[in-house]
C-alpha cells in the first residue's frame, strides 16, 4: 500500500499544538506515557498468547527498551508487545481515544479557557493523562514503528504534529512498536531537558515507572556517540556491544510491606492505573492470608471522572493472578457503588486462564468481593473521623451520589452506608451557614419525643426550603434533611432506619410533631375543626374530583394556605418524575 497522508482530528489537533507549544511545564511525563503503553502491550501480548497457541509471537524476552543516540539527538522507545495493525494505528493514535484526553478536553471547553497556545490550560494539563500525544512536548517528529503479533507486515507512522500524519505498510517490521522521537532542538543545550542523557533517562524512570512488571532497559550509546562519562562503570572492549542497564526494580508494590514504599510511588501506580494525573485522595492496603491469599492495593481518587454516571463507565479494578496481569475493569471485585475506586488485586491461587465466567461464580472472589467492600467503606469512615474533615468533605462531594447507591443494593452494608452518608439540613452551623450533617449527628440533636428522623425531597435545597410542608417544622425548630439527589427518592422509600430512627418523609400523611400530650391535643383540635369545615371540606373534595384522595385540615401550615400531601405510601412527586425521566 502506497504512503497515506491523513489529517489528524481536530480535537486532535488541537491537543497536538498544546503539546508541541508545550505549556505544560513538566515534561518527563512523556516518557511515563510511553512506557505505560508499552507496558500495556507486553501485558496484552502475554495474555493473548496465553489464550492462543497458535498466535506465533515470541514472548520469551518481553521487555521495554531504551535507546539514545545524542548526535542525531533521538529517544527510541521500544517494545516487543502486541504491537498495531494498520487500522488500529489510524484508528488509535490519529484520534482521542482515551478517555482521559477526552475529558480534558471536554474540562478545557467548561472552563473556557481553550486557546491553543493559552497559558490558562496549563493547570488543566497536569490533571490529564495526554498519552502518546505527550510525545510532541519533547520531539518535534515522532515515528511509530509497529508490528501486531500474529501479523506479517508492519506501519510506519511519521508526524510533525502539525496538522496531518502519514502512514505506509513496512514489509518487515519486528514484533511490536517501537517509537522514535526526533528531539527538539531547543531543548538540546538544556540539561534538564536532555533526553539524550542515560542520567535523565534513570531518573525519570525511577521516579515514575520503577513498578512496571517488565524490565526497562537502557541501551547505552555506541561507543563513539558518548565517551563513557559514567565514573566507576565497567567498560567492556570497545567493540563489544553495550550492555543494556535494566532501569526499575519491577517490584510489585502491592507485595511490599507499608514502610518499605513511599507516598510518590503509590502514587505513580495509580496514576499509570487510573490514567489520572492526580494524586489519588486515599491509598488502601490489604494483604489476606490463609486458604485464599491475594494482596489488594486500592485507591480512592480525589476527583469523579466525567463518565461516573455513564452506562458504560469501566470499573478500576485490575486482576493479577501471581503477579501476572489478567485483565482490566473486573467488576466481579467491586460492587457497582464503589465503582470509582481503582487499584490492583493480585490472587495468588487462581489460574491464569481464569475468565469472567469463572470469576462470577467463583466463592473465593465472592467473598473477595465482600472483604474489599468492607475495607473501603472502612477507609471511608476513618476519612470521616479524621480531626481534618477535608477528606471526607472532598470525598463526599465526588462520589457521595455514588455510594448512596448502595443503599439500594447492599443490604449487608446499609448501615455502614448510613453511617458514613452526609446531607444537607436546615441544622445551620454556628457561623449560620449552610452544612452537611450525618445521621449520627441528626440522632443526637433530636428533640425529646421525636422519633424519626424527618426528610423531604426534592429538585434542590432552595426548593425543598420553600416548600410549605416546611413551614411547621420550621416553626418548632425541628430538623428536616433535605435530599436533593435522584437517587435520594429511591433509597429513602425502602425506609430504612439509622440507629433505630425511621425515616419519614415530612411530604407523607400525618405529621406527629411534639410531645404526645401535645400531640393528641392537636388531633382533638383538629377533629374539632374537621368538623367545623366538614361542609367545605367535602365541597372541595368534589370540585378536585380525581385529582386529589382526600381533603384534610393541615397542622402543618403556618403561612401557606394549602398544600398537596402524598400518602405514607404513595410515591411522591419528585419519584414520579424520576420514574419519568427513566421512561418507566
Ligand atoms: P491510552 O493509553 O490512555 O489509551 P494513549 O494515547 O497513550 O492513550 O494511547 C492510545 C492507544 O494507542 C492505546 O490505548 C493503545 O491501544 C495504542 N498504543 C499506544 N502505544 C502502544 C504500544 N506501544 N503498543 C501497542 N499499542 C499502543
Ligand atoms: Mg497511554
Same mark, same amino acid.
Given at each position: 500500500?502506497?504512503?497515506?497522508?491523513?489529517?489528524?482530528?481536530?480535537?486532535?489537533?488541537?491537543?497536538l499544538?498544546?503539546?508541541?507549544?508545550?505549556?505544560?511545564?513538566?515534561?518527563?511525563?512523556?516518557?511515563?506515557?510511553?512506557?505505560?503503553?508499552?507496558?500495556?502491550a507486553?501485558?496484552?501480548?502475554?495474555?493473548?498468547?496465553?489464550?492462543?497457541?497458535?498466535?506465533?509471537?515470541?514472548?520469551?524476552?518481553?521487555?521495554? $527498551?531504551?535507546?539514545?543516540d545524542?548526535?542525531?539527538?533521538?529517544?527510541?522507545?521500544?517494545?516487543?508487545?502486541?504491537?498495531?495493525?494498520?487500522?488500529?494505528?489510524?484508528?488509535?493514535?490519529?484520534?482521542?481515544?482515551?478517555?482521559?484526553?477526552?475529558?480534558?478536553?471536554?474540562?478545557?471547553?467548561?472552563?473556557?479557557?481553550?486557546?491553543?497556545?493559552?497559558?490558562?490550560?496549563?493547570?488543566?494539563?497536569?490533571?490529564?493523562?495526554?498519552?502518546?500525544?505527550?510525545?510532541?512536548?519533547?520531539?518535534?517528529?515522532?515515528?511509530?514503528?509497529?508490528?501486531?503479533?500474529?501479523?506479517?507486515?508492519?506501519?510506519?507512522?511519521?508526524?510533525?504534529?502539525? $496538522?496531518?500524519?502519514?502512514?505506509?505498510?513496512?514489509?518487515?517490521?519486528?514484533?511490536?512498536?517501537?517509537?522514535?522521537?526526533?528531539?527538539?532542538?531547543?531543548?538540546?543545550?538544556?540539561?534538564?531537558?536532555?533526553?539524550?542523557?542515560?542520567?535523565?533517562?534513570?531518573?525519570?524512570?525511577?521516579?515514575?515507572?520503577?513498578?512496571?512488571?517488565?524490565?526497562?532497559?537502557?541501551?547505552?550509546?555506541?561507543?563513539?556517540?558518548?565517551?563513557?562519562?559514567?565514573?566507576?562503570?565497567?567498560?567492556?572492549?570497545p567493540?563489544?556491544?553495550?550492555?543494556?542497564?535494566?532501569?526499575?526494580?519491577?517490584?510489585?508494590?502491592?507485595?511490599? =510491606?507499608?514502610?518499605?514504599?513511599?507516598d510518590?510511588?503509590?502514587?505513580?501506580?495509580?496514576?499509570?492505573?487510573?490514567?489520572?494525573?492526580?494524586?489519588?485522595?486515599?491509598?488502601?492496603?490489604?494483604?489476606?492470608?490463609?486458604?485464599?491469599?491475594?494482596?489488594?492495593?486500592?485507591?480512592?481518587?480525589?476527583?469523579?471522572?466525567?463518565?461516573?454516571?455513564?452506562?458504560?463507565?469501566?470499573?478500576?479494578?485490575?486482576? @493479577?493472578?501471581?503477579?501476572v496481569?489478567?485483565?482490566?475493569?473486573?467488576?466481579?471485585?467491586?460492587?457497582?457503588?464503589?465503582?470509582?475506586?481503582?487499584?490492583?488485586v493480585?490472587?495468588?491461587?487462581?489460574?491464569?486462564?481464569?475468565?469472567?465466567?469463572?470469576?462470577?461464580?467463583?466463592?473465593?472472589?465472592?467473598?473477595?468481593?465482600?472483604?474489599?467492600?468492607?475495607?473501603?467503606?472502612?477507609?471511608?469512615?476513618?476519612l470521616?473521623?479524621?480531626?481534618?474533615?477535608?477528606?471526607?468533605?472532598t470525598?463526599?462531594?465526588?462520589?457521595?451520589?455514588?455510594?448512596?447507591?448502595?443503599?439500594?443494593?447492599?443490604?449487608?452494608?446499609?448501615?455502614?452506608?448510613?453511617?458514613?452518608?452526609?446531607?444537607?439540613?436546615?441544622?445551620?452551623?454556628?457561623?449560620?451557614?449552610?452544612?452537611?450533617?450525618?445521621?449520627a449527628q441528626?440522632v443526637?440533636?433530636?428533640?425529646?419525643?421525636?422519633?424519626h428522623?424527618?426528610?423531604?425531597?426534592?429538585?434542590?435545597?432552595?426548593?425543598?426550603?420553600? =416548600?410549605?410542608?416546611?413551614?411547621?417544622?420550621?416553626a418548632?425548630?425541628?430538623?428536616?434533611?433535605?435530599?436533593t439527589?435522584?437517587?435520594?427518592?429511591?433509597?429513602?422509600?425502602?425506609?430504612?432506619?439509622?440507629?433505630g430512627?425511621?425515616?419519614?418523609?415530612?411530604? /407523607?400523611?400525618?405529621?406527629?410533631?411534639?410531645?404526645?400530650?401535645?400531640?393528641?391535643?392537636?388531633?382533638?383540635?383538629?377533629?374539632?375543626?374537621?368538623?367545623? @369545615?366538614?361542609?367545605?371540606?367535602?365541597?372541595?373534595?368534589?370540585?378536585?374530583?380525581?385529582?386529589? /384522595?382526600?381533603?384534610?385540615?393541615?397542622s402543618?401550615?403556618?403561612?401557606?394556605?394549602?398544600?398537596?400531601?402524598?400518602?405514607?405510601?404513595?410515591v411522591?412527586?419528585?419519584?414520579?418524575?424520576?420514574?419519568?425521566?427513566? $421512561?418507566?
Amino acid at each position: 500500500m502506497p504512503t497515506e497522508t491523513f489529517e489528524f482530528q481536530v480535537e486532535a489537533r488541537r491537543l497536538l499544538q498544546m503539546m508541541i507549544h508545550s505549556i505544560y511545564s513538566n515534561k518527563d511525563v512523556f516518557l511515563r506515557e510511553l512506557v505505560s503503553n508499552a507496558s500495556d502491550a507486553l501485558d496484552k501480548l502475554r495474555l493473548e498468547a496465553l489464550r492462543d497457541d497458535t498466535l506465533g509471537a515470541d514472548v520469551s524476552d518481553l521487555h521495554i $527498551g531504551l535507546e539514545t543516540d545524542p548526535e542525531a539527538r533521538t529517544l527510541t522507545v521500544r517494545d516487543n508487545g502486541i504491537g498495531m495493525s494498520r487500522d488500529e494505528v489510524v484508528a488509535l493514535i490519529g484520534t482521542i481515544a482515551n478517555s482521559g484526553t477526552a475529558d480534558f478536553l471536554k474540562q478545557l471547553k467548561d472552563t473556557d479557557k481553550g486557546d491553543a497556545n493559552g497559558t490558562g490550560a496549563d493547570g488543566l494539563i497536569g490533571q490529564f493523562g495526554v498519552g502518546f500525544y505527550s510525545s510532541f512536548m519533547v520531539a518535534d517528529e515522532v515515528t511509530l514503528l509497529t508490528r501486531r503479533a500474529g501479523e506479517t507486515e508492519g506501519t510506519r507512522w511519521t508526524s510533525s504534529g502539525e $496538522g496531518t500524519y502519514t502512514v505506509e505498510t513496512v514489509p518487515d517490521a519486528p514484533q511490536g512498536t517501537s517509537i522514535v522521537l526526533r528531539l527538539k532542538p531547543e531543548d538540546a543545550e538544556d540539561q534538564l531537558h536532555d533526553y539524550t542523557s542515560p542520567w535523565k533517562l534513570r531518573e525519570i524512570v525511577k521516579r515514575y515507572s520503577d513498578f512496571i512488571t517488565w524490565p526497562i532497559r537502557m541501551v547505552p550509546p555506541s561507543k563513539d556517540a558518548e565517551d563513557g562519562a559514567e565514573d566507576g562503570e565497567e567498560s567492556a572492549a570497545p567493540e563489544a556491544a553495550p550492555e543494556p542497564e535494566t532501569l526499575n526494580s519491577m517490584k510489585a508494590l502491592w507485595a511490599r =510491606s507499608r514502610d518499605e514504599v513511599s507516598d510518590d510511588e503509590y502514587h505513580e501506580l495509580y496514576k499509570h492505573i487510573s490514567h489520572d494525573w492526580t494524586d489519588p485522595l486515599e491509598t488502601i492496603r490489604l494483604q489476606a492470608e490463609g486458604t485464599f491469599e491475594y494482596q489488594a492495593l486500592l485507591f480512592i481518587p480525589a476527583r469523579a471522572p466525567q463518565d461516573l454516571f455513564m452506562r458504560d463507565y469501566k470499573r478500576g479494578i485490575q486482576l @493479577y493472578v501471581k503477579r501476572v496481569f489478567i485483565m482490566d475493569d473486573c467488576e466481579e471485585l467491586m460492587p457497582p457503588y464503589l465503582r470509582f475506586v481503582k487499584g490492583v488485586v493480585d490472587a495468588q491461587d487462581l489460574s491464569l486462564n481464569v475468565s469472567r465466567e469463572i470469576l462470577q461464580q467463583d466463592r473465593q472472589i465472592q467473598l473477595m468481593h465482600r472483604r474489599l467492600a468492607k475495607k473501603v467503606l472502612a477507609t471511608v469512615k476513618d476519612l470521616q473521623a479524621a480531626e481534618d474533615g477535608t477528606r471526607y468533605a472532598t470525598f463526599w462531594r465526588e462520589f457521595g451520589r455514588v455510594v448512596k447507591e448502595g443503599l439500594l443494593s447492599d443490604m449487608e452494608n446499609r448501615e455502614t452506608i448510613l453511617g458514613v452518608s452526609s446531607f444537607a439540613t436546615t441544622h445551620e452551623a454556628e457561623d449560620g451557614k449552610e452544612q452537611l450533617t450525618t445521621l449520627a449527628q441528626y440522632v443526637e440533636r433530636m428533640k425529646d419525643g421525636q422519633e424519626h428522623i424527618f426528610y423531604l425531597t426534592g429538585e434542590s435545597r432552595q426548593a425543598i426550603e420553600n =416548600s410549605p410542608h416546611m413551614e411547621a417544622f420550621r416553626a418548632r425548630g425541628i430538623e428536616v434533611l433535605l435530599l436533593t439527589d435522584p437517587v435520594d427518592e429511591v433509597w429513602v422509600d425502602t425506609a430504612p432506619e439509622f440507629a433505630g430512627k425511621q425515616f419519614r418523609s415530612v411530604a /407523607k400523611g400525618e405529621v406527629d410533631l411534639g410531645t404526645a400530650e401535645e400531640r393528641e391535643e392537636a388531633r382533638a383540635e383538629r377533629e374539632k375543626k374537621q368538623e367545623e @369545615y366538614a361542609d367545605l371540606l367535602t365541597w372541595m373534595t368534589e370540585r378536585l374530583g380525581e385529582h386529589v /384522595k382526600d381533603v384534610r385540615l393541615s397542622s402543618r401550615l403556618t403561612v401557606s394556605p394549602a398544600c398537596v400531601v402524598s400518602d405514607t405510601d404513595d410515591v411522591t412527586p419528585a419519584l414520579e418524575n424520576l420514574y419519568r425521566a427513566m $421512561g418507566q
